[in-house]
Structures are given as structure tokens and as C-alpha cells.
């Protein structure tokens, strides 16, 4: 059997958390910007900790398992 999990959450994590996507944090000219499509590099070391974060979370410490194929 194949575990997609991590494939599935590092894909959803990295859509969201991409910087100024949805949100950018630190921000060009404030703390926290939303949806403004521009990044530095400060946010994208930021991002890099959170997607780090989330992602080990969510597979290591709650178990998320999602098996396909037969066994």
C-alpha cells in the first residue's frame, strides 16, 4: 500500500503558505499583507519555518494516514 499523506499535505501546505498568496508574513510595508502577490526573502525564510511546521504536525504527531491500492 502507498501512504499519500505527506504527499497531499506537503502539496496543500505549499499552495497555501506560498508567500503573498493568500497572506505574507513580514510583510514589503506591514507586519502581515493579504493577497498581494509579492514576496522578500525575509517572508519566505518565515513561510519555510510554518510549512516546516505544519507539515510535521499534521504527519508526525496526529498519524494522518490515506493508503490507496490494495494490500
Known sequence: M???APILVGLLL????SPG???QLPGNTRTI????FHTNGRAIIVH?????G???ILI?????HI?????
Open 48 to 52: 519555510t519555518f510554518l510549512f516546516f
Open 2 to 4: 502507498l501512504d499519500w
Open 33 to 36: 499583507e493579504f493577497g498581494n
Open 21 to 23: 498568496l493568500i497572506f
Open 60 to 64: 508526525l504527531a496526529t498519524g494522518i
Open 67 to 71: 493508503f490507496t491500492g490494495r494490500s
Open 14 to 17: 505549499f499552495i497555501l503558505l
Open 54 to 56: 505544519a507539515f510535521t
